[in-house]
């Protein structure tokens, strides 16, 4: 392909998905210059607008959408099962491996763009700077760097660690300076050995201190918060997005609570629900596959019931929460690196956000041009409109009608430079 030719390609799949909301369309094409969507629309327009000689790109039976967005990942951690104590003795040279490995699984799995949650040190930092560079491979990375946790709290093997409004300020600036894309503090306790889910780490008065100070550097703030009291406190400092919400109480049981939920809707915060993590439903597709099989064991039968149980419980916690008119707000993550949760399964995400009331073509909305709006970065990714980077993914199959397609990727698009 001569250089000219490498720097345009005419995308014709069977169906697309431009990530606007509604049903895919058929006969559409994209039309792709410098790494940015030059034109899209029906294809005997769009083919009017391509220059002689372009390289074309066939995807029959196969249904092109935006590029996948993953709010909530650990690139750092393995999701190989290994707990924290175990997990942070690996080298800060270690975790940048397995943050390279977990990049490329995202991006098969057609994520063109991640939020990286919170690693050691300046590991964050040194995956973007690699990537940027070109020494790795991966979807394009936004970084908290450090997140931002009290003495002894969730993620204090980070290094992060700030009490009180002015410890809080310095850590701002210290994170920003370093390159920080937002800033990530830990609200409440979490899986740290030590910590309590259920109890707010910072008072209100010290997360508006952070956001004033996130805010004067033009950075988002991201506040992670299983404990209903956080959540609560975030709402009153301005926290631009929870994580978890969870409504766990001191004494660690999930309760819905209708005035927290009528304080959500009415503060116009993005919601990062993290189903997969709560639910354990990596194990869950397991054991639903030996039940399809018919390979299921008493043992695994009861290990089943179990966890669908567990699950329907946060699910119902969710689908209460979709009342209040919540679905346009909701940015599905999979807090991938954690536990067990591996790198390449947004589709679970997808899978569960159905389950709380969803539609695909709503799923598929949430994964791209809502998570991009909550990341800040909607002018640049998220839909297939003119001008946007051409960071495209295509399913086999019509993801806005059937989940099923999420988990089907036949081809991924990054600056509309075939990767996949």
């Excluded at 993801?399 to 099923?404: I, M, R």
């Amino acid at each position: 392909m001569s250089k000219s030719n490498s720097q345009t390609v005419l995308i014709r799949p069977g169906l697309l998905a431009d990530g606007l909301g509604g049903s895919a369309k058929a006969g559409q094409a994209v039309f792709v210059r410098d790494g940015a969507i030059a034109a899209v629309g029906p294809l005997a327009q769009v083919e009017q607008q391509t220059p002689p000689d372009t390289p074309t790109v066939d995807l029959n039976g196969c249904c092109l959408t935006p590029g996948l967005i993953d709010g909530h990942t650990h690139l750092s951690l393995p999701g190989d099962g290994q707990p924290y104590d175990q997990t942070f003795q690996q080298s800060d040279e270690t975790m940048v491996l397995i943050g390279a490995m977990n990049m490329r699984k995202h991006l098969r799995a057609g994520i063109t763009t991640l939020c990286e949650h919170g690693a050691r040190n300046r590991v964050g930092f040194t995956l973007k700077q690699g990537l940027k560079r070109g020494y790795i491979s991966g979807p394009r990375l936004l970084v908290s760097g450090r997140p931002i946790t009290c003495t002894g709290g969730h993620f204090h093997m980070c290094n992060e660690i700030a009490d009180g409004v002015e410890e809080i300020r310095r850590s701002v600036r210290r994170l920003v300076h370093e390159g920080a894309d937002y800033i990530k503090v830990m609200a409440s306790g979490g899986g740290t050995t030590g910590t309590i889910p259920g109890l707010a780490s910072y008072s209100t008065e010290e997360l508006q201190a952070l956001v004033g100070e996130a805010r004067q550097f033009h950075r988002l703030t991201v506040a992670h918060c299983r404990a209903k009291e956080s959540m609560v406190r975030a709402v009153e400092a301005g926290i631009d997005l929870i994580e978890h919400v969870e409504f766990l109480e001191s004494d660690h049981v999930m309760r819905f609570d209708p005035k927290v939920a009528e304080m959500l809707a009415e503060s116009g915060i993005w919601l990062s629900p993290t189903l997969q993590a709560w639910t354990n439903y990596p194990e869950m597709v397991r054991l639903r596959k030996l039940r399809d099989e018919g390979t299921m064991g008493a043992k695994e039968e009861a290990a089943l019931t179990h966890l669908e149980q567990r699950a329907e419980k946060r699910l119902d916690v969710m689908r209460k929460m979709l009342d209040y008119c919540l679905k346009e707000r909701v940015v599905p993550g999979t807090d991938s690196g954690v536990g067990t949760l591996e790198f390449g399964h947004l589709d679970y995400d997808l899978q569960l956000l159905i389950e709380c009331g969803f539609t695909p073509a709503e799923a598929l909305v949430a994964a791209t041009r809502v998570s991009a709006e909550a990341a800040g970065i909607a002018d640049e990714v998220g839909t297939i409109e003119v001008g946007k980077s051409a960071d495209l993914v295509a399913f086999g199959g019509d993801p806005t009608a059937d989940v099923a397609a999420f988990s089907d990727v036949r081809a991924v698009f990054q600056a509309g430079v075939r990767v996949q």
